[in-house]
């Protein structure tokens, strides 16, 4: 897997050698010596260049496939794991790159996002443009901002315990660039507030959205909202996450996938439902739990194949076997080949659960079970409508779909975490008893600060434990 990169400190260096390397088209060629932030950023065309370096960085969203599959119930090792991951499998990890760099990198990765918007950001409002360019500013504006505040929500979640706004260890909020500076933890509830008003400014900078202008590779008013239910859903704003998923199904832009289209979406031959993607032309996910030779590195547990009946689409789309072993089939490939096949990063299937989850929590079981029950009827062939006796059962069944239907998709790890709910493996899945249950008060629902950020940042604070 990825090895650790970064920490904040050098976040700002590594962001301006790849905002200079993605704009070199645009400038005449100099001595390396000679380019500058100033010169880097003279047209609305550099600031484009920029702004799609920066969604580059966001790839990093494949930590959070990875580490959501190592330290949930979603995996195993595989067959031919030589290693990779072990560590993490088994909590063992600690927060050097040694023990530690999967669940490290996502630190590195994410403020590399930051650096890089950070760097681009203050120079929208000053390079050049055409009449006809003007209203690009508030468009790359709006992709920075956006961006940003993704990318300090994948940190908290990751790096701070359940959402309380008097936590004050969240993480540093680094809103400009100084390669000396040594930011300390903010609170949970001032990096909240700075997500919210990130996402909030960009979507208003955004024109409205059809399904003619819709693009799932780039930010816009819809899949923005399906962050903000996200976001709201973690730090329990259920009817913020109600109104948010409702604004993303109501667009009505990326209806549903049925049972008939659901196997495309994952072979990139369909882009039914998919709110946002990361674009992947060589490489890519599926090399994150197999080879191209077949060798199975990191499989599917036992517990998620059981988990699905036969009648459900989802069994043979997400799990593979070759007659000896299971392994994921979801993003094994395309037709571009073995391993490469774009990150989806949302999905409306996720709205859905999001809804039915926020109902559940409200105590309005026939508009939550109705959510479910929808998307259940989307992907279960013959599916006949369950009912619920209460908000508590409702809340059990969504969360085990969200299992079933998100699975590495980034999101059990924190799924059972925000639910306060323990990683409880089956026997099948482990080689020792020691590593099959993960409480709720473990230290491993909370990764650690990378050790070199510690070392290097005076008035940095580390996770309790490590």
């Given amino acids: 897997m990825k090895k650790y990169r970064n920490i904040i400190l050098v976040a700002a260096a590594i962001s301006s050698f790849t905002i200079i390397s993605s704009c070199k088209k645009q400038l005449d060629l100099q001595p390396l010596a000679s380019l500058s932030e100033d010169n880097a950023f003279q047209t609305i065309d550099d600031i484009k260049a920029g702004t799609y370096a920066g969604y580059s960085f966001y790839g990093a969203y494949a930590d959070n496939m990875y580490i959501s599959a ?65 209203p690009l500013r508030d468009y790359y504006k ?14 908290l979640q990751a790096y701070s315990k359940n959402y309380d706004a008097s936590n004050p260890l969240g993480v540093p909020l680094v809103l400009d660039i100084n390669p000396t500076g040594q930011p300390a933890r903010n609170s949970a509830g001032d990096v909240m507030n700075q997500i919210v008003s990130d996402l909030n400014d960009a979507k208003s900078l955004l024109p409205a959205v059809t399904a003619s202008n819709f693009t799932d590779t780039l930010l816009n008013q819809v899949n923005i909202a399906a962050y903000q239910a996200r976001i709201a859903l973690y730090r329990k704003d259920y009817d913020a996450a109600v109104t948010y998923a409702s604004e993303v199904i109501n667009s009505n832009v990326k209806p549903l996938a049925d049972i008939s289209s659901f196997p495309d ?23 994150l739990w197999s080879t191209s030779a077949g060798q199975i590195l990191i499989a599917p547990s036992d517990k998620l194949v059981s988990s699905y009946s036969g009648s459900d689409v989802r069994l043979p789309v997400y799990i593979g076997t070759n007659g000896t072993n ?44 109705a959510d479910l029950n929808f998307l259940r009827s989307h992907r279960i062939n013959g599916y006949v409508d369950e009912s619920f006796a209460s908000s508590t059962a409702l809340l059990n069944a969504v969360i085990e779909e969200r299992y079933k239907e998100l699975a590495f998709e980034g999101f059990r790890y924190f799924d059972l975490k925000r639910n306060s709910l323990p990683v409880q493996r089956q026997a099948s899945d482990v080689a020792s008893s020691e590593w099959q249950t993960l409480p709720v008060d473990s230290k491993y629902f909370v990764l650690p600060i990378p050790s070199d950020e510690i070392k290097a940042n005076s008035n940095m604070v580390q996770n309790p434990g490590y």
């Fill in 142 to 155: 709006a992709q920075l901002l956006a961006l940003r505040g993704m990318a300090f929500f994948e940190l």
């Fill in 70 to 134: 190592l330290l949930s119930d979603e995996a195993k090792l595989g067959a031919n794991n030589s290693g990779g991951g072990a560590l993490e499998y088994r909590y063992q990890f600690g927060s050097d790159a040694t023990s530690g760099a999967d669940v490290v990198a996502a630190w590195g990765d994410y403020y590399g996002v930051i650096g890089q918007v950070n760097r681009v950001l203050p120079k929208v409002a000053t390079v050049t443009a055409t009449p006809d360019q003007e």
């Fill in 326 to 369: 299971n392994y994921v089939n979801k993003f094994y490939g395309s037709s571009l080949g073995v391993g490469v096949v774009d990150a989806i990063v949302a999905r409306t299937a996720e709205m859905y659960l999001i809804r039915a989850e926020a109902y559940a929590n409200k105590n309005d079981i026939v508009s939550g079970a």
């Fill in 265 to 287: 979406i994952w072979v990139g031959a369909s882009d039914a439902e998919v709110l946002f993607r990361r674009k992947y032309t060589g490489g890519g996910i599926g090399s």
